[in-house]
């Protein structure tokens, strides 16, 4: 009997590549160099990210 | 906040300066926007608290600028300034200092108090907790 992946695995996997590709791509578009760079500090005692 | 970069030690006239900056919306520097300056007319270091004050507490250095400005949303500019306008009412309350400098990232922290003019009863912003982690350029 032959292996065959159920449509629920393939569907899933499909989705966190889409996922990933759109993260990535926001990341770019944004202009930021990297997601690890930032400034952060608080205004007024409000958390300003 | 997006485009978070600065530079370090580049040595104009015997002083040597820091410049960094963000803002919120990628690429739209005119609101929401903070940048750290700081000029000293010894090489920047980690481990030393720079400030735009008198001081006599270890650690700390007076630098010959340490400025934290802020622009709101409305596009509104908002600047620390050093003791020497205190005549004017203006706490300054600038600190800004590096836990690391490498040739690719400058990390470190700051907070200070900013002003919309050099005025002590003008509006104000006080920013606490700042840290920054930034691509060295």
């Not at chain 2, 997006?2 to 900056?21: L, Q, R, S």
């Not at chain 2, 608290?49 to 630098?63: D, I, S």
Request: glycine share 6%; net charge positive; hydrophobic share 35%.
């Amino acid at each position: 009997m032959p292996l065959t992946r159920p449509k629920s695995v393939l569907i899933t996997l499909s989705l966190l590549i889409l996922f990933t590709a759109c993260k990535r791509d926001s990341a770019n578009n944004s202009g930021s160099t990297s997601l690890d760079y930032y400034i952060k500090f608080t205004l007024d005692g409000n958390d300003q990210l | 906040m997006y485009n978070a970069e600065g530079n370090v030690n580049a040595n104009a006239g015997g002083n040597y300066i820091f410049t960094g900056a963000a803002v919120k919306v990628a690429k739209f520097a005119t609101s929401n926007n903070l940048a750290l300056s700081l000029t000293s007319v010894t090489q920047i270091k980690t481990n030393i608290t720079y400030v735009n004050y008198a001081t006599t507490t270890a650690g700390n250095e007076r630098a010959a600028l340490a400025t934290v400005s802020y622009i709101d949303p409305s596009s509104i500019s908002f600047n620390s300034w050093g003791d020497e306008y205190k005549s004017f009412g203006i706490i300054s309350a600038s600190k800004i200092s590096f836990s690391e400098i490498t040739t690719t990232d400058l990390k470190g922290s700051f907070s200070g108090t900013s002003y919309k003019s050099i005025n002590g009863t003008a509006e104000k912003h006080i920013i606490t907790k700042g840290e920054f982690n930034l691509k060295r350029r």
